[in-house]
Structures are given as structure tokens and as C-alpha cells.
């Protein structure tokens, strides 16, 4: 037996994957009937629900998309949840905040200084994309402790911009 | 005089591109596409007769450069020019150049740009027509202290606007003297960065209005007529996202009379070809002028179901010094349409843009559905331009008919690849004040929450999960038996049966 931990918008489900090929959803037995239709979509049959999944692998997530809502469901196998646990226990506590870039980018102000106490809600920097400008604000109060971009930058997604202490 | 066109050069890309060449094509007029690096494998440059690449991605390079269309256009043996919609549409110098290389410029007069395109000299020029504005300062301002007179005398809120600007860019709403400051300074950098044009104007804020338009078409011959109006009120960042035709607020009466004004406002300005007179209409239906888009509009398929006429077949037989086919009293209007625009950006996060390529795509189909798109599977959204992936349009009997078939259209259009605002599409057509009718330009902000968006009912998430548990668990037997092999969502191992294991 396989037993995964699935989450899907803050819920979590556990899937019990039998050796007998039977399947229980949070305790529940569900007959299911899976197949691949092509690259990315799967087709599922379940108590004669007909349900189109596309599914596309991300980083940490498989996204899917059925009945027009796109969602991120994260899965974590039993044995990687205990390694997490024992993980978890050793590493310290750290209360660094570290600032990305939310999108592809240009640096049109800094509105901060290494150095500086920042209240929650407060503007840090100010990106441009696709000639919007986007205020990035801090989520909690801090101070500055290092600052990675220049007025006139372009960064990309993801991009170290600042980091709060 | 008929000076026939046998070659378009489509200076755009993206869907407009697309939707300028079906229409070239229907006419039998061979089209030219022009590309960016970045647009080599675009559907405008697979789906044109000849494409020219026209340089770098950013649209500065190559989109806005006047000169390298132009040129293209001339080496090519173009007759004419469409700008569509954006870049050098509303360019009232380029449009002149257009015409004096020998070309046709596809749209209304340099002079009739430019009259509009100053967005406080087209409000003179209309309300000397006869045509009711917005109470606003004469003229653009630069000095602040003129912007707190204003407010003094008319009372907050208060809205700084690009004067050459549209699309939502350098537009600043100001509730408080204690922010004026902040945003007059932010909408002139917007306005510079956006527009090469720092100009700023003032207008009183109404609270709550709707954004009501109407499509005019005038030929060379002072014919104009309007083809009704377009509801544009749901918008997020001041920016349209879904119209319809016809408003729930316009009756025939209105229709009439708000027709004739759009009619005397292009008239003002004596336009030529498409364009759109774009107002605002408070709570008891006073309507204002406030700008006149001089150019095919995005939301323009709308106006195309119900009337059943193709303005940009209209476009290409003006220019070609056609008359009008048809007049104001042939003009009919059948059932209701609503355009959703697709953009790839997230709903969730406040609307940001999402950058990536089309992984899959599976569009929307069947009877009362159309679809004006411009990208494919394989294409980027990039940060370069705007992320407009697709226009949905549903056409029915009535507005309720309309609104089912959109919502049936939204589920069942697969995309991936990039965030999409499918589920803020679904938010707005399935909310109480929406399908009333009852909305104005602030809808989004009194009603969308990202919380309320549908998340996935229990029997879909136990879907979701067998799914995403069953990939996971071939994923670890994959590295068990094949070690490391890398894993997608396995194009290489599709097979149909790969879960016939499970029941």
C-alpha cells in the first residue's frame, strides 16, 4: 500500500493506493477509472462522474485545470513526510523575509534604504510590466537589510529585490 | 473616386493581426505581416501572405518604428496600411506619413488623430457641437497648484489623466488633497514612460458611472452612422475586460439619442472610417462625452454579431473611397453578444501580469461561440507586450441566453502554461448583480474578492487528488526502477492504459 498526502486549497486529502488496485480517498473507497487521452489530459470515470483533468507538472505542484478552475495540488508520499518531520525539528528558526520580484520587470523606484524600519503595508519598490506599475509592499514590518536592485533594472520573475529582517 | 487596394500591410500583431488578415483575405486583398524577433512563429506571420521582420522584441524597436513599416510597406508593393488597435493606431504623424509615401492609411484623417487625440482639445471641440463633457480644466496642466483649484472648486474625487493617453496608463484617481501630490507626479512619469507625452489633464471623478460607447462609421462623403452601443463597465485596473451590446440601461429612446450625439461628435471632427465615442453615463442616465477612439476598437466583435456587419471590411472599403454600404435606418440590431477578454494574468494575485509559453490549448466551440485569438501552443507570453491571449465571444437571442452560452465557453477553454483570468470571467457572469444588470465601472472593487473565486466542489477534489496521487506514485516508481529520469507529466510515456492498474 502507497499512502499519499495530497493539498488542494488548504484542504488535504489523504490517497491510499492499494496492492489490490483499489483506491481510498480520505478513508472512503473510490472507484476510479483513469486514463491518459493524450500528452496532458486525463480523463476520469468515478461512479459514472466524467471528469476532463489537464495536468501539467510545476516545480513543486501538479496544476490542473477542470471545469475552467486552474489549481495547484501538492503531494507528499508517507516517507517524505517523515523525513520532512525529522528535517523540520533541526533547523532553526529564521525571520528573514526575502523579497522576489512577483513578475518579469522594470525597477522603476526604490523607495527604501538599507537601514530603514518599514511598517507592514509599506512600499518597497516599484515594478513596471507591460507599462503597468506595480507597487511591491512589505508583508510585515522590518528593516532593510539589503537591497539587490537599482532604479532602471530589469529583473525577472522571481529575482531576489530586498531583504527584511 | 475608388482607388482600389490589392495589398495590405498589417503594421500589429497578435489577434487584431489575425482578425485584419481573415478580413483581407474574405476581400481578396493579399496581406503583409510584420514581426518582431520575438514574433517569428506568431499565428499573424504564419497565417499572412508575405511577413517582414521589422527588429528587436521591444515594441520600441519595431512595432512603434514608423519608419521600418513604412519602408516595408513601399519595398513590398503595399497600397495600404491597418494599424489595428494600439502601437501607431491613434498616431496622427504617423497616419500622415502613411499618406505621404503614397499610401493609404486605413482609418480616419491625420487631422481628425489629432483633433482627438488631445484629449482636452476633442472635449472643446465636441461640446461646440453640442455634445455634453465632463466638467474639467480647459487645458493640460503641469502646475499643481492649478490641479488644487480644481479640486477646490469641484469638490474630490478627482481624476488625473494622460492627455494623449487611453488603455488606463497615467491615470490617477485622487480621493484626498493629502495624496494629490503622489499621484499627479505618478500619472505625468506613467504618461512620459507610456506615451512620450508627460501631459497631464483634470476632470471631476463621477462616482459610479458606466462606461457606455458607441461604434460610428463614416465614409469620405459625410455619411456616418452608429452601429449602437457597447457596455463596458467591468473593468479591473481601468482596463475592459468584458462588454456587451447591448447596456441593460439603454432603451430605444437612448439608443437614438445617444446615436446622434455620437454621430455630431465624429461629425466635429469630420471623421472618416471606424472610430468609437467612448462616455461615461451616471446613475440617472446624464451621459458625457469623454473621449472618441479613432481606431478599431478591441471589444469591436460585439457590435459585429448583433449588427451583423464587419466593420473591418467597412474599414477597408472606406478607405478605398467607398461609400457607405448601408444606412442608420438599415442598420438592425439581433439579440445580445458579450466579449470575455482572456489575459494571462492572475486573478488570485491582484491581477499581475503572468509571463510563460502556451503549453496546451484546447479553445471553446459550438454554435453562438466565436473566437478572435493570436496565440498558439508553443507561443510566449512575453513582458514585452500586452497579455491579451483572446477575445471569447457568445452571441444569443437574449442577454440570458448570451450569458449561459459564455459561461459554458469559459469552462470548457483549456489553457496552460500561464495564469488566466477564466475564473474572474466565470466570478462576474455568475454574480446576482451582474445578471441583474445593476453594475457600474466600480464593480470589481465593490464585489471581487479573490476568496470568492470557485474552487473545486468535493467531488472534484477527490478527482484532483487521485490524479495528482497517481502521477506522484509512477513518478517514484519511475526513479525507483529507471533512476532520475526527468520527470514531466511524461509526454514520453503516454500511454492510455498507464493507469488500468487502478479501478
Known sequence: ??????????????????????????????????????????????????????????????????????????????????????????????????????????????????????????GLVVLEAMKMENEIKAHRPGKVIEIRVTKGKAVEKGELLMVLE | MIRKINKVLIANRGEIAVRIIRACREMEIAAVAVYSEADRNSPHVLSADEAYCIGPPPSRESYLVMEKIIDTARRCGADAIHPGYGFLSENAEFAQKVIDAGLIFIGPKPESIRAMGDKTEARK??????????PGTPDAVSDESVVRDFARQHGFPILIKAAAGGGGKGMRIVRSSDELSTSFSAAQSEARSAFGDGRVYVEKYLDNPRHIE??????????????????????????????????????????????????????????????????????????????????????????????????VHEQIRIAMGGKLSFTQEEVTFRGHAIECRIYAEDPVNNFLPSTGTITHLKPSQGF???????????????????????????????????????????????????????????????????????????????????????????????????VAALLEHDFLEDITTAAGENHTVSPGKWKASRFEHWR
Open chain 1, 1 to 122: 500500500m502507497s499512502l499519499y498526502y495530497v493539498t488542494i486549497g488548504g484542504n488535504e486529502h489523504t490517497v491510499e493506493l492499494r496492492t489490490d488496485g483499489s483506491i481510498l480517498v480520505d478513508g472512503n473507497k473510490t472507484p476510479v477509472s483513469a486514463q491518459q487521452v493524450d500528452i496532458r489530459t486525463f480523463s476520469v470515470l468515478s461512479d459514472g462522474l466524467s471528469t476532463r483533468v489537464v495536468v501539467e507538472k510545476d516545480e513543486a505542484a501538479y496544476r490542473m485545470l477542470l471545469h475552467g478552475k486552474q489549481i495547484d495540488a501538492h503531494v507528499e508520499s508517507e516517507r517524505m513526510r517523515l523525513l520532512k518531520k525529522f528535517a523540520t525539528a533541526s533547523e532553526s528558526e529564521h525571520s528573514r523575509t526575502i523579497i522576489h520580484a512577483p513578475m518579469p520587470a522594470l525597477v522603476v523606484k526604490v523607495e527604501v534604504n538599507v537601514g530603514d524600519d518599514v511598517s507592514q503595508g509599506q
Open chain 2, 125 to 134: 471641440l465636441v461640446r461646440s457641437a453640442g455634445v455634453p463633457t465632463v
Open chain 2, 214 to 311: 458607441f461604434q460610428i462609421l463614416a465614409d469620405k462623403y459625410g455619411n456616418i452612422v452608429h452601429l449602437g452601443e457597447r457596455e463596458c463597465s467591468i473593468q479591473r485596473r481601468h482596463q475592459k475586460v468584458i462588454e456587451e451590446t447591448p447596456s441593460v440601461i439603454v432603451d430605444d429612446a437612448m439608443r437614438r439619442q445617444m446615436g446622434e450625439m455620437a454621430v455630431a461628435a465624429a461629425r466635429a471632427c469630420s471623421y472618416e472610417n471606424a472610430g468609437t465615442i467612448e462616455c461615461l453615463v451616471d446613475k440617472e442616465k446624464n451621459y458625457y462625452f469623454l473621449e472618441m477612439n479613432t481606431r478599431l476598437q478591441v471589444e469591436h466583435p460585439i457590435t459585429e454579431m448583433r449588427t451583423g456587419r464587419d466593420i
Open chain 2, 368 to 466: 453562438g461561440i466565436r473566437e478572435d485569438r493570436g496565440v498558439e501552443v508553443g507561443g510566449a507570453i512575453s513582458v514585452y507586450y500586452d497579455p491579451i491571449i483572446s477575445k471569447l465571444v457568445a452571441h444569443g437571442e437574449t442577454r440570458n441566453e448570451a450569458i449561459a452560452k459564455m459561461k459554458r465557453a469559459l469552462r470548457e477553454y483549456e489553457i496552460m502554461g500561464v495564469r488566466v483570468n477564466i475564473p474572474f470571467n466565470l466570478f462576474v457572469l455568475n454574480h446576482p448583480k451582474f445578471v441583474e444588470g445593476d453594475f457600474d465601472t466600480h464593480f470589481v472593487n465593490n464585489y471581487y474578492r479573490p476568496e470568492l473565486l470557485d474552487g473545486l466542489n468535493p467531488s472534484e477534489q477527490t478527482v484532483a487528488a487521485v
